[in-house]
């Protein structure tokens, strides 16, 4: 059974950095795109970055372009998100969402690609001072 789990959350002041993990279990990532999406309080989920199977097209929201960063260790089954120069308008529960897929170069920050099964429960990010 596919399960991811997000880790690496937690309270951060501005101008701070963290670095979310996301580890699957149940199946392996080698075949898997990856999107790391968020949601905060009252808005809408958005996509923040995407990685395709492959590791080698990645993409960025423009709110976090130049500030995250996506990565993948098939080797350990985990993706991260290295964050840097957070900002308050960062703070929201990020998620992490797996799909199967043939295309290696490929991948999306659109929820709908994932599906409903390939989701994290989440990790919280708060940045505040």
């Known amino acids: 059974q596919l399960q991811l789990v997000e880790s690496g959350g937690g309270l951060v002041q501005p101008g701070g950095s963290l670095r979310l993990s996301c580890a699957a279990s149940?199946?392996?990532?080698?075949?898997?795109?990856i999107g790391w999406f968020r949601q905060a309080p009252g808005k809408e989920r958005e996509g923040v970055s995407c990685a395709s199977s492959s590791g080698g097209r990645t993409n960025y929201a423009d709110s976090v372009k130049g500030r995250f960063t996506i990565s993948r260790d098939n080797a350990k089954n985990t993706v991260y998100l290295q964050m840097n120069s957070l900002r308050p308008e960062d703070t929201a529960v990020y998620y992490c969402?797996?799909?199967?897929?043939?295309?290696?170069?490929?991948?999306?920050?659109?929820?709908?690609?994932?599906?409903?099964?390939?989701w994290g429960k989440g990790t919280l990010v708060t940045v505040s001072s």
């Open positions: 969402a797996a799909v199967f897929t043939t295309f290696q170069a490929m991948c999306s920050m659109t929820a709908a690609y994932y599906g409903m099964d390939g």
């Open positions: 149940g199946f392996t990532l080698d075949y898997y795109a």
